[in-house]
């Protein structure tokens, strides 16, 4: 049985609020707050000099301006680019931020966070213990603990060394056949699956055995009730607005 529990809202804004702002950006939080969401999930990787940033993939053209890998840029040269014109004109200018400016603006807007450690290929170590270590120094008193999470086995170890009072979750696909044991080597307190994976039978099983189950990525509304009901106990949206009641 895990030993940190912590209940989460049911309802987590997914990289921000991603269908109404560019992802992992500080405007993706604050909208996030807009749409009345108390916790927003993002995802964090390190530049080639080690400063923890806010992005999904591993290169920047899908979501900058920029060019090739993440992992190969300087965090000052990072800084130049714009994170927010290719969702729209309206966030042109918008800068990738630092997990601590992302910090800023949850302790500003008094939001919770599941942190994702995303990291470069390769960096699995380096990206969890330097996530872990500044969220165990700058994280604000007055939010609740902040989640980290991983598809990262390796960054889930290496965030335990770094701060092991923060409580972690596991990111799969499909639920693996052995993941109570990894839960337990991970010393992890719940599983985040891919929702189409997800059934009643799973969802049983997953609490019977004392883990919290959590689902990404849940954009409509009858499926995230359904799974709700179920016993699921966040989901992931994309689309905060449409989850309201
Ligand atoms: O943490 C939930 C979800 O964000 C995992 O998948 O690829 O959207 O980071 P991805
Ligand atoms: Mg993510």
Redesign the pocket.
């Known amino acids: 049985m895990p030993d940190l529990y912590e209940v989460l809202p049911t309802i987590i804004g997914?990289?921000g609020a991603a269908g109404s702002a560019p992802e992992n950006t500080i405007a993706g939080i604050t909208t996030a707050a807009e749409l009345g969401v108390g916790w927003v999930?993002f995802?964090v990787k390190l530049t080639r000099d080690g400063h923890a940033v806010l992005l999904?993939d591993d290169r920047l053209e899908r979501t900058t301006n920029g060019r090739g890998p993440v992992a190969a840029l300087d965090f000052a040269e990072l800084r130049g680019l714009d994170a927010g014109s290719w969702f729209s004109p309206a966030f042109a200018g918008e800068r990738v931020p630092t997990l601590s400016e992302a910090i800023t603006a949850l302790a500003d807007n008094d939001m919770g966070a599941?942190v994702?450690i995303?990291p470069s290929p390769g960096r699995d170590r380096a990206t969890g213990y330097a996530v872990a270590r500044a969220l165990r120094r700058h994280w604000p008193d007055h939010l609740p603990l902040p989640l980290l999470?991983s598809?990262s086995e390796s960054s889930l170890v290496a965030a335990r060394d770094a701060a092991p009072a923060l409580p972690r979750a596991l990111?799969v696909g499909r639920r693996p056949g052995n993941w109570v044991s990894r839960l337990e080597r991970l010393g992890c307190a719940a599983l985040?699956v891919?929702q189409r994976h997800v059934g009643v039978r799973l969802v049983r099983t997953t609490i019977d055995a004392g883990y919290a189950l959590r689902c990404?990525?849940v954009n409509d509304r009858a499926r995230a009730e359904r799974l709700l009901r179920w016993g699921v106990e966040s989901v992931?949206t994309d689309h905060p607005e449409r989850m309201r009641r």
């Open positions: 997914h990289r999930e995802d999904h599941n994702e995303k999470s598809f990111l985040h891919a990404y990525t992931f």
